[in-house]
Nanobody, 115 residues
Framework: QVQLVESGGGLVQPGGSLRLSCAAS????????MGWYRQAPGKERELVAL???????NYADSVKGRFTISRDDAKNTVYLQMNSLKPEDTAVYYC?????????WGQGTQVTVSS
C-alpha cells in the first residue's frame, strides 16, 4: 500500500522560510519521480517541483530561485525548502508520485504566508 505523509506546513510571514517533508512507503522510492504540487483556494492544483530518480530537478517558473526540492533515498523522504515566501505561495501542498500508471497523493499540508 502506497502512503505519502507530508509535514512541515504552517503560518509564516512574507519573506520567511519553511521546509516541507514527505515520507513515502509502499514504493521503490529510489526509482520513482517525486513531486510537490500545490492548490490555492479557487485554483487548480499546479506543479511546484519534481525530483527525478537520476538526480534531475524541475521547478515551476514561479518558484525558481526560491524553492529547492531534494530527496533522501535512504530515508524514503522528499523535501521542499521554501525561502523568500510570498502571500501568493499560500496553498495546500501535496506530495505526489506515480507507480504502475497510478497517481498517489499525500493528505496535504497547509502553508499560509501572511503578516
Amino acid at each position: 500500500q502506497v502512503q505519502l505523509v507530508e509535514s512541515g506546513g504552517g503560518l509564516v510571514q512574507p519573506g520567511g522560510s519553511l521546509r516541507l517533508s514527505c515520507a513515502a512507503s509502499g514504493i521503490l522510492f529510489s526509482r520513482r519521480v517525486m513531486g510537490w504540487y500545490r492548490q490555492a483556494p479557487g485554483k487548480e492544483r499546479e506543479l511546484v517541483a519534481l525530483a527525478g530518480s537520476g538526480g534531475s530537478l524541475n521547478y515551476a517558473d514561479s518558484v525558481k530561485g526560491r524553492f529547492t526540492i531534494s530527496r533522501d533515498d535512504a530515508k524514503n523522504t522528499v523535501y521542499l525548502q521554501m525561502n523568500s515566501l510570498k502571500p501568493e505561495d499560500t496553498a495546500v501542498y501535496y506530495c505526489n508520485t506515480k507507480q504502475l500508471g497510478l497517481d498517489y497523493w499525500g493528505q496535504g499540508t497547509q502553508v499560509t504566508v501572511s503578516s
